[in-house]
T-cell receptor, first 113, second 112 residues
């Protein structure tokens, strides 16, 4: 157990819908990263937050957004869902910017039907 | 752009043999290179990492080597066991707390 938690574990929804994925970092970790894992694209970085502020953006679609709250938990919002958005979404956390190690949560498996 | 190439994509070894997985990165500013093990349906688990100021690091049966000149790093697993069977990912990042750029993964199968 990495200490990073994610809810829900599984999510099944229809095209065009909107979902919210939640992540709680390890106690004391200030940085949160979101990654998408699909069969054809592998593990891809989406977005990073540090202490409530967006720090880096990767291949994140405009339909996707995220935020980090004062208690440091983070939410990833996916809207206007398409079949191709079906994937495993992982959150990872690290202590601080000077500390590179990232520890992954168990992931949320999103299925868009 | 930033890219990490990983080979082989699949690797099958007999229990007790060694396994080597190789990665090449494109961004010379990369300074942190972790390896993750992912079992089916589970989270990627950090197993070992190396920073750019070190050439080699070992932890029991696993070791990682880094060649900054060639922009190449490798994972070595000795005395493989069936429980080592999983998908292994290399990654690279730069700066402080930077995003991880992952390789495509290697599916390792250790046959008893």
């Amino acid at each position: 157990d990495s200490g990073v938690t994610q809810t829900p574990k599984h999510l099944i929804t229809a095209t065009g819908q909107r979902v919210t994925l939640r992540c709680s970092p390890r106690s004391g970790d200030l940085s949160v990263y979101w990654y998408q894992q699909s069969l054809d694209q592998g593990l891809q970085f989406l977005i990073q937050y540090y202490n409530g502020e967006e720090r880096a953006k990767g291949n994140i679609l405009e339909r996707f957004s995220a935020q980090q709250f004062p208690d440091l938990h983070s939410e990833l919002n996916l809207s206007s869902l398409e079949l191709g958005d079906s994937a495993l979404y992982f959150c990872a956390s690290s202590v601080a910017l000077a500390w590179n190690e990232q520890f992954f949560g168990p992931g949320t498996r999103l299925t868009v039907l | 752009g930033e890219n990490v190439e990983q080979h082989p994509s699949t690797l099958s070894v007999q229990e007790g043999d060694s396994a080597v997985i190789k990665c090449t990165y494109s961004d010379s500013a990369s300074n942190y290179f972790p390896w993750y093990k992912q079992e089916l349906g589970k989270r990627p688990q950090l197993i070992i990492d190396i920073r750019s100021n070190v050439g080699e690091k070992k932890d029991q049966r696993i070791a990682v080597t880094l060649n900054k000149t060639a922009k190449h790093f490798s994972l070595h697993i000795t005395e493989t066991q069936p429980e080592d069977s999983a998908v292994y990912f290399c990654a690279a990042s730069k700066g402080q707390g930077g995003k991880l750029i992952f390789g495509q993964g290697t599916e390792l199968s250790v046959k008893p």
